[in-house]
T-cell receptor, first 113, second 111 residues
Framework: NAGVTQTPKFQVLKTGQSMTLQCAQDMNHEYMSWYRQDPGMGLRLIHYSVGAGITDQGEVPNGYNVSRSTTEDFPLRLLSAAPSQTSVYFC????????????FGPGTRLTVT | AQSVTQLGSHVSVSEGALVLLRCNYSSSVPPYLFWYVQYPNQGLQLLLKYTTGATLVKGINGFEAEFKKSETSFHLTKPSAHMSDAAEYFCAMGGYQKVTFGTGTKLQVIP
């Protein structure tokens, strides 16, 4: 198993540009989530999904959209990038019955100029 | 509301010394508690977890943590630090659908 994969690893955007961060898992996990990590702030939940077709907002959802059309994929969309979205983004998944035990991807480092 | 507080954003220990990373939580229901480790430029890896049962939990790489309900604490310890333990450690508390993370403690191991 590849586990949780994320692409790209690094990305530089200009203010106002849009992009999609990709996340995929091959463990048949129902639960998937997106976090952003900023210095001194730990990890903050952006959006999460408890299964295909079901998504919900986390702590810091503004400026981000998600969808979950399949169990495997959970892309994160930035509609109009802002410098405040410069961060490291982590995708995670959780196995059935234990969604809180999360398996993390390697992260995407995003810089918005 | 649930919250997790990690005391000390940076901790330095000498190689071979005791490692103690502090975590306190606030929850209105019995919590599920976790410690994750993050090595530089990597994702987070589960170190250990407490769900129910034994309050002393052993994890990978010689780490352990003790759940103390009376003190609302879940401190992480290791008897003897190794250079490879240098990393950032996150305490987390889980509900069924959401996990709340602490702000992290960076552990420096001095040779």
């Amino acid at each position: 198993n590849a586990g949780v994969t994320q692409t790209p690893k690094f990305q530089v955007l200009k203010t106002g540009q849009s992009m999609t961060l990709q996340c995929a898992q091959d463990m048949n996990h129902e639960y998937m989530s997106w976090y952003r990590q900023d210095p001194g702030m730990g990890l903050r939940l952006i959006h999460y999904s408890v299964g295909a077709g079901i998504t919900d907002q986390g702590e810091v959802p503004n400026g981000y959209n998600v969808s979950r059309s399949t169990t495997e994929d959970f892309p994160l969309r930035l509609l109009s990038a802002a410098p405040s979205q410069t961060s490291v983004y982590f995708c995670a998944s959780g196995r059935p019955g234990r969604p809180y035990e999360q398996y993390f991807g390697p992260g995407t480092r995003l810089t918005v100029t | 509301a649930q919250s997790v507080t990690q005391l000390g954003s940076h901790v330095s220990v000498s190689e071979g010394a005791l490692v103690l990373l502090r975590c306190n939580y606030s929850s209105s229901v019995p919590p599920y508690l976790f410690w994750y480790v993050q090595y530089p430029n990597q994702g987070l890896q589960l170190l250990l977890k407490y769900t129910t049962g034994a309050t002393l939990v052993k994890g990978i790489n010689g780490f352990e943590a003790e759940f103390k309900k009376s003190e609302t604490s879940f401190h992480l310890t290791k008897p003897s630090a190794h250079m490879s333990d240098a990393a950032e450690y996150f305490c987390a508390m889980g509900g069924y659908q959401k996990v709340t993370f602490g702000t992290g403690t960076k552990l420096q191991v001095i040779p």
